[in-house]
């Protein structure tokens, strides 16, 4: 398989749009049934050889551990419980609404109380999942096809975030805005006011530079690649980016760093290109905001000094 497969906007926006409320069903079960942990990392989706995962989750109350996975090979939804039992059902055909009630029925019958807001989050439309019938198309060949372009740029997110020993998230796929993102902070705080809803200020309580993917939206109607400095320092767009292709996006008062997926798989070496891109991105972002660079810099994972001698590498050195 090639590494970035071809996933136009267009060829599954109606499957995208069904699927993407599917994902929002789910994590935020997610959301009311996990441990919460710092910026919210207890929220998003892992993926899995066949899927995405919620991670288990429950256990602390009268409800079982349990995990949710979305089978994205064979196309099921599965309910696994710590002692065992397991609930799944096909996707293909379900409305929103099917989708919905069969798996509240589907945890109601093995034990798992969990309530949510059944609404859409930060979508074009705000019908409650319980009564959307609306959305219900569900390609198959193109759904698998999103799971395998999530597997192949995660591995390529892990690769870029094997050279920073600095605090930094997993790789992980948000519900909310169907994203993969990986996300590098400094230690430095940041304060945001009470006016700041309490979603955004946990979520950039620290300076961050985030890099990933996203399958395109109405500000952006194609898959791309991004980064973007959290605060943005001033005349962050001014910054050179790699490869020539790449650019500054202006969006809602900031600016991403974008590289169209078209763009990429047209390198002749598309994981590469890709890899520059981030770097050149957090290079910009870093230099900016004046991050230490170099004590934070561990080339292909590794901080052992006597191991970066052997290999002819200085060991990071901080600043005087």
């Not at 499957?15 to 919210?40: C, E, M, Y």
């Not at 993926?47 to 995990?67: H, Q, W």
């Not at 969006?251 to 997926?261: N, V």
């Amino acid at each position: 398989m090639e590494i970035f497969p071809d996933i136009p906007l267009e060829a599954w926006a109606d499957s995208k749009a069904t699927v993407h409320r599917f994902a929002q069903i789910v994590g935020k079960i997610r959301l009311a049934a996990g441990v919460r942990r710092n910026h919210w990392w207890n929220v998003p989706f892992h993926l899995t050889g066949r899927g995405v995962t919620t991670r288990p989750m429950g256990g602390l109350g009268d409800s079982p551990v349990f995990a949710i996975d979305f089978d994205f090979v064979d196309h099921r939804l599965v309910v696994n419980t710590i002692d065992g039992r397991t609930a799944s059902f096909s996707m293909p055909g379900h409305s929103v609404a099917s989708f919905y009630h069969e798996l509240f029925g589907e945890l109601d019958r093995l034990g798992i109380d969990v309530s949510i807001r059944a609404t859409p989050f930060d979508l074009e439309d705000h019908i409650p999942f319980a009564e959307d019938t609306v959305h219900r198309a569900y390609d198959t060949t193109m759904v698998t096809r999103y799971w395998q372009v999530l597997s192949q740029v995660a591995q390529v997110l892990e690769r870029f975030s094997a050279d920073f020993s600095g605090k930094i998230s997993p790789v992980h796929h948000f519900w909310h805005t169907f994203d993969i993102a990986v996300t590098r902070f400094s230690e430095r705080r940041v304060d945001e006011g009470p006016e700041v809803d309490v979603v955004t200020r946990e979520a950039y309580s620290r300076e961050v530079i985030s890099a990933g993917f996203w399958f395109g939206d109405p500000n952006l109607p194609e898959p791309a690649f991004y980064s973007y400095t959290a605060p943005e320092p001033p005349g962050l767009e001014q910054e050179p980016l790699r490869p020539p292709e790449a650019r500054w996006m202006p969006l809602r008062g900031s600016h991403l760093a974008i590289l169209t997926y078209a763009d990429a798989r047209a390198a002749a070496d598309p994981r590469g290109t890709v890899l520059d891109f981030l770097r050149s991105a957090y290079e910009a972002g870093a230099r900016r905001a004046g991050w230490d660079v170099a004590t934070t810099y561990c080339p292909g994972g590794v901080t052992d000094p006597v191991a970066l001698r052997a290999e002819g590498q200085a060991p990071p050195q901080r600043p005087a």
